[in-house]
């Protein structure tokens, strides 16, 4: 061998032997390289039926040689789930003998040869998963496939150890590595070097570690990703063989995952503690059964046990003890409650629907370890009294105090198994360890409570009166109950382990059940249960040990001794003679390999049929469905369940089963009449018994695990996979859903007791709003982070939400949106709350983070962080923040565990330290805090709870423990709660919750039922209802508050926004409910509250007060932003006028349906992919929104959110991007240097105002003033201030000053303002018109002060009930002001009097200009007048307003011209010989009064742009809109060269001929009626006219090469017409009954696909279909190719759902790109070759347009959230570019050099750079 010193300290092979380039390695079969989400790095997948013909071999060939010296060989890699997988490795011995290992999870047993060593390979699973619980109970249940929950694995093989134990040989090198399917393989390497997987570089520093040592971390290309505060072992196995934990010659796989119990975890950091090595149980039972399996020969008996975990030598606790050393699955086995047992009493009146209590009092107990038998209770500095021990013997009453009410989940240990009543109008589940009973009309539960481990198999008899129930876990046991009455009758434990199956007789006497025995093997027992209501037994009338598999067994109907099982590899008949139980197998033949998951008997019996002459059905994972002759046992039939098949025509094809894929058959149930089947993809289908067609199914979801018919036929019952329990209606066609559930932990909940809503977040990556009325799921928020806690807002319908990555996100509830986003925590968010006031909200994270946020921001904007003041850690999620009752203190454990800091809520300064380790000085370990909770503000006192199984009472003021309670849970108390009252608390410890007295006098009571630890519990705010939440969401009723009259005899109120608990008395005049004093009395801004003692219907008219016991409430009114100080008008005054005035010139923002993104990713300037070209079109709907100066050449308009420069001498253009809104007004310095833009606001955001600079075109600032839009701009004279007004919803005039940027001096009127203007001759003079008349404004200097004084005249009655809406100065002596009524009036700024008027014109006038002797008039009527108004000066004013007489002489129209809409903006020149006008047509006009002409500047769609297209040699682009308008652009200079103009219909769709000859290129367009117009571009006129639809024209297209046109309706018909004659050629209904969205064409020679033609072509449809066809049109060919069906969930929102896209890919055009409404938001890459999807790109936001390049493999994609996303298709990498309103398409240019986007009427032409680095 060569020298082997390149090889340390380690090898990676695949970078070493380059895999990816296969020159030096073999792949075979299906081999792909993805994108792994949880390792975030891409990796190969190996997937294939058969694991032998899919692999990746290194090296190349057998011929060849690693030759790798590395004694250890770390493999990185993942079993794909529910599939086996084979790993071969091939390695020398020094002897030169080549020894192949081989590890498979298909191996059932050790074997070995003198040259092959087989292992049988257990696989992992996902913590705290069902999977990992059997593993813990059973130690064995993960042989064979890999489960769902199957983690990642770093697996180190000592390879040098293997040699030498197995087989005495030594090792010399690694020769060969061979990775079968199936699995995900990240990479393998070899080291010297033993690397421990779960420690960072940093702890191997400090550890010591080093490669000089022999091992270290491992290296950082072959790690796993691990998230801030998370532990490596909680998320990844690591797995080394053999182990090294244990001196038998064949050892197991176990994990080096060195983590200190949680007891230990509090230590001091000073000295070296004891600490014990914990072994990650799931590997350490997967390596016991290895064990069991290597081995030999078994240990005798009598050998004594050997303990391989030894702590170190130490003084420990008896707790530190009890957690070091090896524990039983159950520790509370000695605590188990029977049900003969007097500790649990069942409620006899449990059937009627009230709920049942269990509960267990500690003292009563006979056992001599129950947990609270050693409560003991001290109060320090203050001794009980002797009798204190008597005292506390008395019952806290009522007794029981809580009663379970309901249980929000489903499921736990198994989702297939629900049941029917006799009835049929009850559904009885399992929710972990409780079962449930559900009425399923009124909701109502009721509970059979008694497993102590999760329920994993349920059955009924024929009459529903016995009740069989099953409990997984190493304690197997079956109960059997009373349904009638909630009673157990017997307990049954026969089974050693994994109880999966139970089966009753018609009868009830015959009950069957299946599980494993201590030996691994399958065990069917039969018992008789017909003395159970007598005896209370099950006699045990047969067993039978057997290695098959059974996944499911049914007792015969018709004969009780008979039973047909089902399982893997089998279907078996069984049948009880002679007390012996034994079995047949049914000849399977060629189906001998399917697994078989459920099983049904024929239902009915004819009169000439035996007894036993019955079909049995059985189902397969593989999708078929077996008809079986029980009385012959051989198949009689055999059905497939394929995946959807494609519709022709007006009809669906028939369901058949054939030879092809087939969908996973979870259950089968069959009734008399028909057959219901749950799958794998979702659907609960109903069957006519011959299996014809299905004549009725449902989608859910996700997988559906159990289907069941009730007795009636009526109604069929399905459970999903994902937790949701429901039925389907058979007769009304209705499906119902009882029942949603987390299927994960639910870490912690949060209450909203106005509206009785219960958020809580769970392991499963979802938060979820609840009823807590009607327990129905009311929002989901899913986010592929997990959530830790969640906190409601005390008044608003808002909460937020902390994650394990440190994200805090505040949602609105009401609009289902995001609110703020928040990530400056790194750690996990253990702790979230708001302050009872609502002013605060508060978050700790796990590495010791405090932060505070302004919760009456709707950002919650960030006030104050704080580093290094939480104890790190995440073991007190989910509360590890407290807030006092009256928002003044905030308390949390820090900086250590060992010191609970108050600190001030208002300021976080720190008011007090308690250190709770020193109090014990007799304790032999220090004490650490876990939990703490306020008690009431009048108490003033903490509670603390500690990891010495304390509770705490700690004065807040002066840190003094006043009382403590010892032994509290017999485990650590994970949470407490006190109620608002002060008179309860609560308690969780484990699976068990305790009530007690505040007190502590009395005996607490304690309940349980959960089967995991309660994470969190909490009194409801009406004090009536107790949550507690860990496997599931129970909802207790708390019974104290009902047997107390004087505490409840009148509903709690909520107080609405602005109030707290100490503003309002209550009743008495006194204390609230909460039995808080009142401090002082309150100082009333309006008359006082009256709170009537008897009845609460008469505080209906109260708006501050919201009863909690109505279901439905009034809206509040939120008053706090009303400031006294600002509305000096009154409430009329203020109502009036805030309504839109009725006028043109106000500036009316257009109404959005969108909502802006804020998380948009914008790309920093010079990064950009797209750069903006030109903007086609005007704003018409802006005011004032154009300015033009003749000296300086400036000319500068607004599109959308842009503002737009555009040098005329060039026809170039520059923009100035920075606004999010819709831009309604600009105003440009005299110098042309500056320009200031204003923009509204949305959704209570104030409206912006930009000052840019032109030459550098960037913005100088951005200021927010105006709640409403602004309404106008201009500058000062002399360009030293500038003006902005409000618009009607706040009518303020702001002064600024054009240096600084600062306000000045604001001015609010009472009225409306319309237009505002400074004097041309004096710089501190202007004046503003409005709704009330004219408003002359003077600006005061002196010194820094600056103040605007207003002036306002009110409109002369002469001139009637008018609005003002314009001005303009002339001179510095006359003043012009326009009317809504067309009438001009002259004022004279001398006596600020109107002494002049004329009519104008016909409309409103909303443009007035003034230069020299011209005045300028634009008005609604589309008229532009020029009046001289020169002899106006010499006129003196009058007495009266001077009309007719004097007009004649002084005021002459000089030129007029009418335009193509009203006048909006005008810009002339000195002399008004030219200029520039904008009208609501969105068309800038040039003016030149001296040639009496007008020319088209800019021109724009003033209606919705519904398409846009380019010609194919890119000349030319077509747009068509809403006004049935079709433009033909030129694509040089953006000009638009014709129009074609159809009155009365709108314009949906255009397309371009394909031809590339100008003359013969022509524009087809569809409309609204139906008809198809050809227009011809050369000769400027329409070519033709077809109409083929009678429906709305939605998509139309050319052939590829241009031989015919094709269209599509509304209804779905495609029609294939002739461009030429016009006639209809072909009409396609395929898609019949959904919009067409989407037609393609494209060049393609379908050969490649089997199919005859040249041309290929796609249609879309709106529910969610395409169909890909291959035509040759000059054949008359035209076939369909494949068809594909997106599935998707109902749509619940508002509108139409997103529209469904498809199209080719352009660099492959066998590709078909999708997207549209589904289960996710995604792109989908559909391959028409392999006929499957080929990737997926995950997108934020439902796509409304999407468009491919053939550039760079870019794809646009347009959204309802004003957002353009550019996508990399290879690398996924995205570029956002905002607009101004939702996008309705996006088109790349042929050449992909150009982009096309349509946000409404703003067109926008994007220009692709060269160099992407979203494409690398």
Same mark, same amino acid.
């Given at each position: 061998?060569?020298s082997k010193?390149?090889q340390?300290?380690?090898?990676?092979?695949?970078?070493?032997?380059?895999?990816?380039?296969?020159k030096?390695a073999?792949?075979?079969?299906?081999?792909?390289?993805?994108?792994?989400k949880t390792?975030?790095c891409p990796?190969?997948?190996?997937?294939?039926p058969i694991?032998a013909?899919?692999?990746?071999?290194l090296?190349k060939?057998?011929?060849?040689s690693?030759?790798?010296?590395?004694?250890?060989?770390?493999?990185?890699?993942?079993p794909?789930?529910?599939?086996?997988?084979?790993?071969h490795?091939?390695?020398a011995?020094?002897?030169?003998q080549?020894?192949?290992?081989?590890?498979?999870?298909?191996?059932?047993?050790f074997?070995?040869?003198?040259?092959w060593?087989?292992?049988p390979?257990?696989?992992?699973?996902a913590?705290?998963?069902v999977?990992?619980?059997?593993?813990?109970?059973?130690?064995?249940g993960?042989?064979?496939p890999a489960?769902s929950?199957?983690?990642?694995?770093?697996?180190?093989?000592?390879?040098?150890?293997?040699l030498?134990i197995?087989?005495?040989?030594c090792?010399?090198?690694?020769?060969?590595?061979?990775?079968?399917?199936?699995?995900?393989?990240?990479?393998t390497?070899?080291?010297d070097?033993?690397?421990n997987?779960?420690?960072?570089f940093?702890?191997?520093?400090?550890?010591?570690?080093s490669?000089?040592?022999?091992?270290g971390?491992?290296?950082?290309?072959?790690a796993?990703?691990?998230?801030?505060?998370s532990?490596?072992h909680?998320l990844?196995?690591y797995?080394?063989?053999?182990?090294?934990?244990t001196k038998?010659?064949?050892?197991?796989?176990?994990?080096?995952?060195?983590?200190p119990?949680? /007891?230990?975890i509090?230590?001091?950091?000073?000295?070296?503690?004891?600490?014990?090595?914990?072994?990650?149980?799931?590997?350490?039972?997967?390596?016991s059964l290895?064990?069991?399996?290597?081995?030999?020969k078994?240990?005798?008996?009598?050998q004594?046990?050997?303990v391989t975990?030894?702590?170190?030598?130490?003084v420990?606790?008896?707790?530190?003890?009890?957690?070091?050393?090896p524990?039983?699955?159950?520790?509370?086995?000695?605590?188990?409650v029977?049900p003969?047992?007097?500790l649990v009493?069942?409620?006899?009146?449990?059937?009627t629907?009230?709920?049942?209590?269990?509960?267990v009092?500690?003292?009563?107990?006979?056992?001599?370890?129950?947990?609270g038998?050693d409560?003991?209770?001290?109060?320090?500095?203050?001794p009980?009294?002797?009798?204190s021990?008597k005292q506390q013997?008395e019952?806290l009453?009522?007794?029981?105090?809580?009663?379970?009410?309901?249980?929000?989940g489903?499921?736990?240990?198994?989702n297939?198994?629900?049941?029917w009543?006799k009835?049929?109008?009850?559904?009885?589940?399992?929710?972990?360890?409780?079962?449930?009973?559900m009425?399923?009309?009124?909701?109502k539960?009721r509970?059979?409570?008694?497993?102590t481990?999760?329920?994993?198999a349920?059955d009924?008899?024929?009459?529903?009166?016995?009740?069989a129930?099953?409990?997984?876990?190493?304690?197997?046991?079956?109960?059997v109950?009373?349904?009638?009455t909630?009673?157990?009758?017997?307990?049954?434990?026969?089974?050693a382990?994994?109880?999966?199956?139970l089966?009753?007789?018609?009868?009830?006497?015959?009950l069957c059940?299946?599980?494993? +025995?201590?030996?691994?093997k399958?065990?069917?027992?039969?018992?008789?249960?017909?003395?159970?209501?007598?005896?209370?037994?099950?006699?045990?009338?047969a067993k039978?040990?057997t290695?098959?598999?059974?996944?499911?067994?049914?007792?015969?109907?018709?004969?009780?001794?008979?039973?047909?099982?089902?399982?893997?590899?089998?279907?078996?008949?069984?049948r009880?003679?002679?007390?012996?139980?034994?079995?047949?197998?049914?000849?399977l033949?060629?189906?001998?390999?399917?697994?078989f998951?459920?099983?049904?008997f024929e239902?009915?019996?004819? /009169?000439?049929?035996?007894i036993?002459d019955?079909?049995l059905?059985a189902?397969?994972?593989?999708?078929?469905?077996?008809?079986?002759?029980?009385?012959?046992?051989v198949?009689?039939?055999v059905r497939?369940?394929?995946?959807?098949?494609?519709?022709?025509g007006?009809?669906?094809?028939?369901w058949?089963?054939?030879t092809?894929p087939g969908?996973?058959?979870?259950?089968?149930s069959?009734s008399?009449?028909?057959?219901?089947?749950?799958?794998?993809?979702?659907f609960l289908?109903?069957w006519?018994l011959?299996?014809?067609?299905?004549?009725?199914?449902?989608?859910?979801?996700?997988?559906?695990?159990?289907?069941?018919?009730s007795?009636?036929?009526?109604?069929?019952?399905?459970?999903t996979?994902?937790g949701?329990?429901?039925?389907?209606d058979?007769?009304?066609?209705?499906?119902?859903?009882?029942?949603?559930?987390?299927?994960?932990?639910?870490?912690?909940?949060s209450?909203?007791?106005?509206?009785?809503?219960?958020t809580?977040?769970?392991?499963?990556?979802t938060?979820?709003?609840?009823?807590?009325?009607?327990?129905h799921?009311?929002?989901d928020f899913?986010?592929?982070?997990c959530p830790?806690?969640?906190?409601?807002?005390p008044?608003?319908?808002?909460f937020?939400?902390g994650?394990?990555s440190?994200?805090?996100?505040v949602?609105?509830?009401?609009d289902?949106?995001?609110?703020?986003?928040?990530?400056?925590?790194?750690?996990?968010?253990?702790?979230?709350?708001f302050?009872?006031?609502g002013e605060f909200?508060?978050?700790a994270s796990?590495?010791?983070?405090?932060a505070?946020y302004?919760?009456?921001?709707?950002?919650?904007?960030?006030?104050?962080?704080v580093c290094?003041?939480?104890?790190?850690?995440?073991?007190?999620?989910?509360?590890?923040?407290?807030v006092?009752? +009256?928002s003044?203190c905030?308390?949390?454990?820090?900086?250590s565990?060992?010191i609970v800091?108050?600190?001030d809520a208002?300021?976080?300064e720190e008011l007090?330290?308690?250190?709770v380790s020193?109090l014990d000085v007799?304790?032999?370990?220090?004490?650490?805090?876990?939990k703490?909770?306020?008690?009431?503000?009048s108490?003033?006192?903490?509670?603390?709870s500690?990891?010495?199984?304390k509770?705490l009472w700690?004065s807040?003021?002066t840190?003094?423990?006043?009382?403590?309670?010892?032994?509290?849970h017999k485990?650590?108390?994970s949470?407490?709660?006190v109620?608002?009252?002060n008179?309860f608390?609560l308690?969780?410890? /484990?699976n068990s919750?305790?009530?007690?007295?505040?007190?502590?006098?009395?005996?607490?009571?304690?309940?349980?039922?959960?089967?995991?630890?309660?994470?969190?519990?909490?009194?409801?705010p009406d004090?009536?209802?107790?949550?507690?939440?860990?496997?599931?969401?129970f909802i207790?009723?708390?019974?104290?508050?009902?047997? +107390?009259?004087?505490h409840?005899?009148?509903?709690p109120?909520?107080?609405?926004?602005?109030?707290?608990?100490?503003d309002?008395?209550?009743?008495?005049g006194?204390r609230l409910?909460?039995?808080?004093?009142?401090q002082t009395?309150?100082?009333p801004s309006?008359?006082?509250?009256?709170?009537?003692?008897g009845?609460m219907d008469?505080q209906k008219?109260s708006?501050?007060?919201?009863?909690?016991?109505?279901?439905?409430f009034?809206?509040?009114?939120?008053?706090?932003d009303?400031?006294?100080?600002?509305?000096?008008?009154?409430?009329?005054?203020?109502?009036?006028?805030?309504?839109?005035p009725?006028?043109?010139?106000?500036?009316?923002q257009?109404?959005?349906?969108?909502?802006?993104a804020?998380?948009a990713?914008?790309?920093?300037?010079?990064?950009e992919?797209?750069k903006?070209?030109?903007v086609?079109?005007?704003?018409g709907?802006?005011?004032?929104n154009?300015a033009?100066?003749?000296?300086?050449g400036?000319f500068?308009?607004?599109?959308?959110?842009i503002?737009?420069?555009?040098?005329?001498?060039?026809?170039t253009?520059?923009?100035?991007?920075?606004?999010?809104?819709e831009?309604?007004?600009l105003a440009?310095?005299?110098?042309?240097?500056?320009?200031?833009?204003?923009?509204g606001?949305?959704d209570?955001?104030?409206?912006h105002?930009c000052?840019?600079?032109?030459?550098?075109g960037?913005?100088?600032?951005?200021?927010?003033?105006?709640?409403?839009?602004v309404?106008?701009?201009?500058?000062?004279?002399?360009?030293?201030?500038?003006?902005?007004?409000?618009d009607?919803?706040?009518?303020?005039?702001?002064?600024?000053?054009?240096r600084?940027?600062q306000?000045?001096?604001s001015?609010?009127?009472?009225?409306?303002?319309?237009?505002?203007?400074?004097?041309?001759?004096?710089?501190?003079?202007?004046?503003?018109v409005?709704?009330?008349g004219?408003?002359?404004?003077?600006?005061?200097?002196?010194?820094?002060?600056?103040?605007?004084?207003v002036?306002s005249?009110?409109?002369?009655?002469e001139?009637?009930?008018?609005?003002m809406?314009?001005?303009s100065?002339?001179?510095?002596?006359?003043?012009?002001t326009?009317t809504?009524?067309?009438?001009v009036?002259v004022?004279?700024?001398?006596t600020?009097?109107?002494?002049?008027?004329?009519?104008?014109?016909?409309g409103?006038i909303?443009?007035l200009?003034?230069?020299?002797?011209?005045?300028?008039?634009?008005?609604?009527?589309?008229?532009?007048?020029?009046?001289?108004v020169?002899a106006v000066?010499?006129?003196k004013?009058?007495?009266?307003?001077?009309?007719?007489?004097?007009?004649?002489t002084a005021?002459m129209?000089?030129?007029?011209?009418?335009?193509?809409?009203?006048?909006v903006?005008?810009?002339?020149d000195?002399?008004?010989?030219m200029?520039i006008?904008?009208t609501?047509?969105g068309t800038?006009?040039y003016?030149n009064?001296?040639?009496?002409s007008?020319?088209?500047l800019?021109?724009?769609?003033?209606?919705?742009?519904?398409?846009v297209?380019?010609?194919?040699?890119?000349?030319?682009?077509?747009?068509?809109?809403e006004?049935?308008?079709?433009?033909?652009?030129?694509?040089?200079?953006n000009?638009?060269?014709?129009?074609?103009?159809?009155?009365?219909q709108?314009?949906?769709?255009v397309?371009w001929?394909?031809?590339?000859?100008?003359?013969?290129?022509?524009?087809?367009?569809?409309?609204?009626?139906?008809?198809?117009?050809?227009?011809?571009l050369?000769?400027s006129?329409m070519?033709?006219?077809?109409?083929?639809?009678?429906?709305?024209?939605?998509?139309?297209q050319y /052939?590829?090469?241009?031989h015919?046109?094709?269209?599509?309706g509304?209804n779905?018909?495609?029609?294939?017409?002739?461009?030429e004659?016009?006639i209809?050629?072909?009409v396609?209904?395929?898609h019949?009954g959904?919009?067409?969205?989407?037609?393609?064409?494209?060049?393609?020679?379908?050969?490649?696909?089997?199919?005859?033609?040249n041309?290929?072509?796609?249609?879309?449809?709106?529910d969610?279909?395409?169909?890909?066809?291959?035509?040759?049109?000059?054949k008359?060919?035209c076939?369909?190719l494949?068809w594909l069906?997106f599935?998707?969930?109902?749509?619940n929102?508002a509108?139409?759902p997103?529209?469904?896209?498809?199209a080719?890919?352009?660099?492959?055009?066998?590709?078909?790109?999708?997207?549209?409404?589904?289960a996710?938001k995604?792109?989908?890459?559909y391959?028409?070759?392999?006929?499957?999807?080929?990737?997926?790109?995950?997108?934020p936001?439902?796509?409304?347009?999407?468009s491919?390049s053939?550039?760079?493999?870019?794809?646009?994609?347009?959204?309802?959230?004003r957002?353009?996303?550019?996508i990399?298709?290879n690398?996924?990498?995205?570029?956002?570019?905002v607009?101004?309103?939702s996008?309705?398409?996006?088109h790349?240019?042929?050449?992909?050099?150009?982009?096309?986007?349509?946000?409404?009427?703003?067109i926008?032409?994007?220009?692709?750079?060269?160099i992407s680095?979203l494409?690398?």
């Open positions: 061998m060569a010193g390149w340390h300290p380690y090898v990676n092979i695949f970078k070493h032997f380059k895999v990816e380039e296969w030096k073999t792949k075979e079969g299906e081999v792909t390289t993805s994108m792994d390792l975030r990796v190969f997948r190996i997937k294939g694991p013909n899919s692999y990746i071999l090296p060939s057998s011929s060849q690693l030759g790798l010296t590395g004694k250890y060989l770390y493999l990185l890699f993942r794909t789930p529910s599939k086996y997988f084979v790993v490795i091939d390695v011995a020094e002897e030169g080549v020894v192949r290992i081989t590890f498979s999870n298909m191996f059932k047993e074997k070995s040869t003198a040259t060593l087989q292992f390979f257990l696989c992992g699973a913590k705290d998963s999977y990992e619980n059997t593993a813990k109970a059973a130690r064995h993960l042989i064979g489960p929950t199957v983690r990642w694995t770093c697996l180190m093989l000592d390879l040098q150890s293997i030498s197995y087989l005495s040989r090792y010399s090198h690694l020769k060969a590595i061979k990775l079968c399917a199936n699995m995900a393989v990240k990479n390497f070899t080291s070097l033993l690397f997987a779960g420690v960072s940093s702890e191997a520093r400090l550890m010591g570690l490669s000089s040592r022999g091992t971390p491992v290296p950082r290309d072959m796993f990703p691990v998230a801030r505060g532990s490596w909680d990844y196995d797995i080394r063989f053999p182990s090294e934990g038998l010659p064949f050892d197991s796989i176990q994990t080096h995952h060195q983590t119990e949680p /007891s230990m509090s230590s001091p950091a000073i000295g070296e503690r004891p600490r014990c090595v914990s072994v990650s149980k799931p590997v350490q039972d997967r390596g290895i064990q069991q399996i290597t081995t030999p078994p240990q005798p008996r009598s004594p046990l050997l975990d030894i702590p170190e030598l130490g420990l606790s008896s707790h530190q003890e009890e957690s070091c050393l524990h039983r699955d159950h520790p509370h086995e000695d605590d188990v029977h003969e047992s007097h009493r069942s409620n006899s009146s449990a059937h629907g009230d709920g049942i209590h269990m509960f009092h500690s003292g009563d107990s006979p056992r001599n370890h129950s947990e038998s409560e003991e209770i001290s109060t320090i500095n203050h009980l009294p002797k009798e021990k013997t019952k009453l009522p007794d029981p105090i809580l009663q379970l009410n309901c249980i929000i489903f499921g736990g240990a198994t297939k198994h629900a049941l009543t009835s049929g109008d009850e559904v009885v589940y399992p929710c972990h360890a409780v079962i449930v009973s009425n399923i009309n009124s909701k539960q509970f059979f409570i008694g497993h481990d999760k329920v994993s349920l009924f008899n024929a009459s529903t009166t016995l009740l129930s099953a409990q997984s876990g190493q304690h197997s046991v079956i109960h109950w009373d349904y009638q909630g009673n157990c009758l017997a307990t049954i434990r026969n089974h382990h994994s109880l999966s199956s089966s009753f007789s018609c009868s009830g006497g015959i059940g299946v599980g494993k +025995d201590r030996h691994c399958t065990l069917v027992v039969v018992w008789s249960a017909l003395n159970v209501h007598k005896d209370r037994i099950m006699k045990v009338l039978a040990h290695d098959v598999d059974i996944q499911a067994i049914k007792v015969a109907f018709f004969d009780e001794t008979r039973m047909v099982s089902c399982g893997r590899d089998n279907v078996r008949l069984w009880i003679r002679n007390g012996t139980l034994r079995s047949c197998p049914v000849n033949g060629e189906y001998h390999s399917q697994d998951t459920d099983v049904a239902e009915g019996l004819s /009169s000439h049929q035996q036993d019955r079909t059905y189902s397969s994972r593989s999708g078929y469905i077996f008809e079986i002759d029980y009385n012959r046992v198949i009689k039939n497939k369940l394929l995946p959807a098949q494609t519709q022709h007006d009809h669906r094809e028939k058949t089963f054939k092809g969908i996973a058959i979870n259950s089968i069959v008399t009449s028909f057959c219901a089947t749950g799958s794998e993809d979702g289908r109903l006519p011959d299996f014809s067609s299905v004549f009725l199914e449902a989608e859910h979801e996700g997988p559906v695990s159990l289907v069941s018919v007795s009636d036929s009526h109604q069929v019952l399905a459970a996979s994902s949701i329990l429901g039925y389907l058979v007769r009304s066609r209705d499906y119902n859903t009882l029942m949603r559930s987390h299927t994960g932990s639910v870490l912690g909940f209450l909203d007791g106005v509206r009785r809503h219960l809580s977040a769970s392991s499963d990556g938060v979820r709003i609840w009823n807590m009325d009607s327990l799921q009311l929002y899913v986010s592929e982070d830790c806690s969640v906190a409601f807002h008044t608003k319908q808002t937020s939400c994650f394990s440190g994200v805090i996100r949602f609105d509830i009401t289902a949106k995001l609110l703020a986003e928040h990530m400056h925590f790194k750690g996990e968010v253990i702790g979230l709350v302050s009872p006031s909200m508060y978050s796990s590495e010791g983070s405090l505070q302004d919760a009456a921001d709707e950002d919650h904007s960030v006030i104050r962080v290094n003041v939480v104890a790190p850690g995440s073991e007190r999620s989910p509360d590890a923040l407290t006092s009752r +009256d003044r905030l308390a949390f454990i820090g900086p565990e060992y800091t108050i600190a208002r300021t976080l007090l330290h308690i250190d020193i007799n304790s032999t370990r220090l004490d650490s805090a876990l703490v909770c306020f008690a009431s503000a108490t003033q006192q903490l509670l603390v500690t990891s010495a199984n509770i700690v807040a003021k840190g003094r423990v006043l009382r403590e309670v010892l032994k509290v485990q650590q108390c949470s407490l709660a109620s608002e009252n008179r608390l308690t969780a410890g /484990s919750l305790k009530v007690w007295d505040y007190n502590v006098q009395l005996k607490s009571q304690m309940f349980i039922g959960h089967s995991q630890p309660i994470c969190q519990v909490g009194f409801t004090q009536r209802s107790v949550i507690s939440v860990g496997d599931a969401i207790w009723n708390f019974l104290a508050q009902l047997s +107390d009259a004087s409840d005899n009148r509903s109120l909520r107080l609405g926004s602005g109030y707290t608990t100490s309002l008395p209550d009743a008495h006194g409910s909460s039995s808080m004093p009142r009395a309150p100082l309006s008359p006082p509250l009256q709170l009537d003692h009845d008469s008219n708006p501050n007060i919201i009863t909690q016991t109505k279901p439905s009034l809206k509040v009114t939120e008053l706090t009303v400031s006294p100080l600002t509305c000096y008008f009154s409430s009329g005054e203020m109502k009036s006028h805030s309504v839109r009725d006028c043109y010139r106000h500036f009316i257009r109404f959005k349906d969108s909502v802006f804020q998380n990713v914008v790309p920093q300037s010079g990064e992919v797209l903006l070209k030109a086609i079109g005007y704003n709907n802006g005011r004032g154009m033009w100066s003749s000296d300086q400036l500068v308009y607004s599109s959308g959110c503002v737009v420069i555009e040098y005329l001498h060039t026809g253009q520059k923009h100035l991007l920075g606004h999010s809104e831009i309604s007004c440009v310095t005299s110098d042309a240097q500056t320009v200031v833009s204003g923009a606001g949305t209570g955001i104030g409206s105002i000052i840019w600079d032109v030459p550098s960037t913005c100088r600032k951005t200021i927010s003033h105006h709640k409403g839009a309404q106008c701009l201009t500058f000062s004279r002399d360009d030293r201030f500038f003006l902005s007004v409000g009607f919803s706040d009518p303020e005039v702001a002064l600024w000053s054009s600084s940027l306000l000045l001096s001015v609010k009127v009472s009225g409306p303002l319309h237009d505002v203007s400074f004097s041309p001759s004096t710089a501190s003079q202007l004046a503003c409005g709704t009330l004219v408003y002359f404004c003077l600006i005061h200097e002196h010194a820094t002060d600056v103040k605007l004084k002036q005249v009110k409109t002369p009655v001139v009637g009930e008018v609005e809406t314009a001005l100065y002339h001179m510095d002596s006359l003043l012009f326009a809504n009524k067309g009438r009036c004022w004279d700024l001398s600020q009097r109107c002494f002049m008027t004329w009519e104008a014109d016909e409103e909303g443009v200009w003034c230069q020299g002797n011209h005045l300028l008039t634009g008005s609604n009527s589309r008229w532009l007048r020029r009046w001289e020169g000066c010499g006129l004013p009058f007495g009266k307003i001077s009309n007719m007489e004097h007009s004649e005021v129209m000089d030129k007029e011209i009418m335009l193509d809409g009203a006048i903006s005008s810009a002339f000195k002399a008004m010989d200029g006008v904008g609501t047509a800038l006009w003016i009064w001296s040639e009496n007008s020319i088209r800019v021109s724009g769609h003033k209606a919705k742009v519904n398409d297209a380019f010609s194919s040699d890119e000349s030319h682009f077509a747009t068509c809109s006004d049935g308008s079709v433009r033909v652009w030129s694509a040089h200079c000009e638009l060269l014709v129009q074609f103009q159809v009155l009365n709108a314009c949906g769709c397309c001929s394909p031809s590339l000859h100008k003359d013969s290129l022509c524009v087809a367009a569809g409309y609204g009626d139906g008809t198809i117009r050809v227009f011809r050369a000769l006129e070519e033709i006219k077809l109409h083929p639809h009678n429906v709305e024209v939605t998509a139309i /052939s590829a090469k241009g015919v046109i094709l269209s599509a509304k779905g018909f495609v029609i294939v017409s002739s461009p004659s016009g209809t050629l072909r396609i209904r395929d019949k959904a919009s067409i969205t989407t037609i393609q064409s494209i060049s393609k020679q379908g050969r490649e696909f089997g199919l005859e033609g041309e290929l072509w796609l249609a879309a449809s709106a969610r279909r395409v169909s890909v066809w291959v035509s040759d049109w000059m008359d060919k076939e369909l494949d069906t599935p998707a969930p109902a749509f929102g509108g139409s997103p529209p469904s896209l498809a080719f890919c352009p660099s492959d055009p066998s590709l078909v790109v999708y997207t549209g409404y589904g996710e995604e792109l989908s890459f391959s028409l070759t392999t006929k499957q999807m080929i990737k997926k790109i995950a997108i936001h439902w796509a409304t347009c999407f491919l053939s550039k760079s493999h870019l794809i646009a994609v347009g959204s309802k959230d957002v353009v996303k550019l990399g298709a690398s996924g990498r995205f570029q956002d570019f607009h101004s309103d996008l309705q398409k996006c790349f240019s042929p050449t992909g050099t150009l982009l096309f986007t349509v946000a409404l009427n703003e926008l032409l994007w220009e692709v750079q060269e680095a494409c690398i």
